[in-house]
T-cell receptor
């Protein structure tokens, strides 16, 4: 079936450095790609999303890039801060069944 | 309210009992999803409602699980004859349309003794 692979599963970076999380998807018809942040014990919250008609989107320290040909998209966080520590999930929307297919998550640890 | 509301926030019950979990989506959102999240794991899709269409139940793990959505708004997830492996956080999300951002509730933490 369709799936989304997310890497790495854990990422540890020094405060102030950049973090990059990558996802690949299998359904070439996918056209919507959100990223969610989930802090410990909290609900997942949307932080940024991108649609297939654009290649990059930026919101302050967060950016997402999409390569439709290669079927992968990435989350970039610059100037990381302690409050960026969380689990990040990527997802790809499937037109065939109107569902989001979720990645397994990346635990981001910001070292002081 | 402004967000997705779930109740109860915590539920502890004995193995074999039935439980009902409730989700009140954002007003006007036509699509509603239920997910299960075990400790330290990702989101496991359970069921999807869109308007008046028949729900997509393809993610329900067994026939002990069922869900309904009355009047296109509030949804109830029912687990019958609970087992210890049902222990998890059950998350509900709603969205204006299926390819729009999903808004999550705080979840129900279910513990089966």
């Amino acid at each position: 079936g369709e799936n989304v692979e997310q890497h790495p599963s854990t990422l540890s970076v020094q405060e102030g450095d950049s973090a990059v999380i990558k996802c690949t998807y299998s359904d070439s018809a996918s056209n919507y790609f959100p990223w969610y942040k989930q802090e410990l014990g909290k609900r997942p919250q949307l932080i940024i999303d991108i649609r297939s008609n654009v290649g990059e989107k930026k919101d302050q320290r967060i950016a997402v890039t999409l390569n439709k040909t290669a079927k992968h998209f990435s989350l970039h966080i610059t100037e990381t801060q302690p409050e960026d520590s969380a689990v990040y999930f990527c997802a790809a929307f499937m037109d065939s069944n109107y569902q989001l297919i979720w990645g397994a998550g990346t635990k981001l640890i910001i070292k002081p | 309210g402004a967000g997705v509301s779930q109740s109860p926030s915590n539920k502890v019950t004995e193995k074999g009992k039935d439980v009902e979990l409730r989700c009140d989506p954002i007003s006007g959102h036509t699509a509603l999803y239920w997910y299960r999240q075990s400790l330290g794991q990702g989101l496991e899709f359970l069921i999807y409602f869109q308007g008046n269409s028949a729900p997509d139940k393809s993610g329900l793990p067994s026939d002990r699980f069922s869900a309904e959505r009355t009047g296109g708004s509030v949804s109830t997830l029912t687990i019958q004859r609970t087992q210890q492996e049902d222990s998890a956080v059950y998350l509900c999300a709603s969205t204006r349309d299926s390819n729009q951002p999903q808004h999550f509730g705080d979840g129900t933490r279910l513990s089966i003794l």
